[in-house]
Every structure is written in structure tokens, then in C-alpha cells.
């Protein structure tokens, strides 16, 4: 949970970071930007608004251990010496610059900023912040003349936009931080500024565990739980509905009592935690048997598991609930397919 109510925007600086693959230019900054009260409300909304819905925490992390993270060492000697902002933000932008190996990938404003007073699960911290702009647009600029009204077209920057962004808490230094980031590019992308720049893994908290359940109950009806092993279409819609269900309505996962209420029968028990443990090995994904569920996350992954029933171009039938009193048949004489649907009363 983040809160940005009572937030101070300390300082910003701005360098600019081309390809490297492509032999783009590093510029960097030796002072701060000077900021009126204005813009500095302007860029307050550009650099946090993007985060309000943001739940899912990441750490640094590095082959060599946290301190081998030249991102991490930098962010923390910020926090220990704020008189080293200036300094550690060239290093920050050349590790950016450094990364940029790939010929795709774009050139961009790269701002460093430090804040006082966010709120991250309840507690008030101060936060780094790291936000590449790369995407331009351009604008009418509209004045005064000598004969009415002049007009031209100059470029900037869309403040509702943002390309790539993180924010680092100063909280839990010595597990690498609490992190949050926002990437709307690519994965290749992402490749390079989660990996190759920044250094980063998600934690593995309760947002975590819930996400990565979701996405193997519905990755598990998917590639298991179908056409394939006789499991018609109700059924797998049944099948989601009820692990959606499971999330929605209960505060703690366990493992043990989400087998006995939403796969219920023996086969498909088994069948689920084959697919899961080969799920996890290849995806890298640690599941935990008990866990608090995140409703953040729960919502979220809720919205992909469809359960929706859809008939050639025609009909879209909407199941939400017992699946039994949907029948499936054949009609002889035209060999098409059909469903019956037993109700009580119309509303």
C-alpha cells in the first residue's frame, strides 16, 4: 500500500543516456535542476501518479550478492550522505548507458530524484526514484502577433506518460530494498532495465505467491485441464471459476483445503501438482503451501480468468456458477453441436 499524500520532492537531475550499441552520447548533469513550486507539483504527478496501483515489490539482487549491485550501491550511498546525490546519479546514468547494448533499444531523459515522506505499508520512508522518458510528442504552441495569432508545432514530453520508472524505498537495506517499477515497453525491454540495468527479482510475499497461484490454475486448465483429457468447456470455465472464487473469498492460502475445494477429485489433484512442480522448475517460480492471499493481486489475476463460453460468432455464454445444469449434445439430423442450460426463473 503506497501513499504519496504528505511527499517532498528533495531533488531532481537530469541526463540524457543515448544507445551505446549505436554509439549515442552520455550527457551528464553536474547540478540539480531548479525547480519553481509549479513544476515541481507538474513533475511530482509525472513521477508518482503511475504508481498509485502498484503492489508487486521487487528487490536488487546480483550474482555476487546485493553489494556486487552498482545500482544498489549507489542508492544506498545516497541515503547514508544525500550530499552524494549529484555524484552517484552519473554513476546510475552510466550503468544505464552501459547496459544499452542492444541497437533497439531507445535513447531518452533519464531523471534521478530523491524524495521525504512516502508511506509504504505503513511506513513513512524517503524513496529514490529513476524514470526514463524516451516516447516525444509533439504539441501547438499558439501566441500573439503583430497580425493575430501565430502557430507552431514544438515537442515534449506527455506528463501522463511514462516509459520506465522505479521507485526505491529506503526500507529493508539489507534484503535490497523495497522496490517498485513500472516498464511499458517490451520484453527485450524489460530485459534491460530490470535485468541488465537495475538488477532486480520480485519478492517473494503474499502478492507474489497469489499472482504465480492464479497463473498456474489458469495456465493448468489451459494446457491440462481440457479437450484433450475430456474436459469440456463448462467444465474448465467451472474449473477457473472456482480457483477465482477460492482467491476472492479467503484471507490465507493453504494448500491442503484449496485441493479439497476446488479440484475435489483424486485424478485431478494429482494431475495439478505434477503440472505444478513441472511449472515451477520451469519458470522458477517458489510456491509456498500457505500464504496470505493479496486481494490486490487477486483482482487483478481474477479479470484474466475468463469464464466465458463461446459459441462460433454467435452466442457468448457468461458461467458463473454450477456447471451441471449445463448439458451438451448433438442434434442428428444437422450434426450440430448445442448446449441446454436449466434455470429456475428468468431476472
Not at 226 to 231: A, G, I, T
Not at 290 to 306: I, L, P
Request: with cysteine; proline share 1%.
Amino acid at each position: 500500500m503506497l501513499e504519496f499524500d504528505n511527499v517532498t520532492l528533495n531533488s531532481v537531475i537530469l541526463h540524457k543516456t543515448g544507445n551505446k550499441a549505436r554509439e549515442g552520447q552520455l550527457i551528464l548533469s553536474d547540478s540539480t535542476l531548479d525547480l519553481g513550486e509549479h513544476i515541481q507539483g507538474m513533475l511530482m504527478q509525472f513521477f508518482l501518479g503511475h504508481f498509485a496501483e502498484e503492489e508487486a515489490f521487487y528487490n536488487f539482487c546480483g550474482e555476487g550478492g546485493i553489494e556486487a549491485n552498482e545500482v544498489y550501491i549507489s542508492v544506498k550511498n545516497i541515503f547514508q550522505n544525500p550530499d552524494s546525490f549529484v555524484e552517484e546519479s552519473k554513476k546510475i546514468a552510466t550503468k544505464l548507458y552501459d547496459a544499452g547494448e542492444h541497437p533497439k533499444i531507445k535513447d531518452g531523459d533519464l531523471y534521478i530524484a530523491s524524495f521525504k515522506d512516502i508511506v509504504v505499508d505503513g511506513e513513512l520512508v524517503d524513496a529514490i526514484g529513476i524514470f526514463k522518458s524516451e516516447t516525444k510528442q509533439d504539441f501547438l504552441r499558439i501566441s500573439t502577433g503583430a497580425n493575430g495569432f501565430d502557430i507552431k508545432i514544438e515537442e515534449g514530453i506527455n506528463l501522463n506518460k511514462i516509459d520506465k520508472a522505479c521507485l526505491i524505498y529506503n526500507t529493508e537495506e539489507d534484503f535490497g530494498y523495497k522496490i517498485n517499477i513500472i516498464d511499458t515497453t517490451n520484453k527485450q525491454e524489460a530485459q534491460y532495465w530490470r535485468t541488465d540495468f537495475l538488477g532486480i527479482e520480485q519478492r517473494k510475499d503474499d502478492f507474489y505467491q497469489t499472482q504465480k497461484y492464479m497463473e498456474l490454475c489458469k495456465d493448468f486448465v489451459k494446457e491440462v485441464y481440457n479437450e484433450d483429457h475430456e474436459v469440456d468447456k463448462p467444465q474448465q470455465i467451472a474449473m477457473l471459476n472456482k480457483s477465482a472464487n477460492y482467491f476472492k473469498e479467503n484471507e490465507t492460502f493453504n494448500k491442503q483445503e484449496f485441493e479439497e475445494e476446488v479440484l475435489s477429485q483424486p485424478e485431478v489433484i494429482e494431475a495439478f501438482n505434477d503440472y505444478k512442480q513441472q511449472y515451477a522448475e520451469e519458470k522458477q517460480v517458489e510456491f509456498r503451501e500457505d500464504f496470505g492471499v493479496s486481494e490486490t493481486a487477486a483482482k487483478k489475476q481474477q479479470s484474466k480468468m475468463k469464464s466465458v463460453l463461446k459459441l462460433d460468432k454467435n452466442f457468448h455464454v457468461y458461467i458463473h456458477g454450477d456447471e451441471s445444469r449445463i448439458v451438451k449434445g448433438v442434434d442428428p439430423e444437422t450434426g450440430m453441436k448445442f448446449y441446454q442450460l436449466y434455470y429456475e426463473k428468468e431476472e
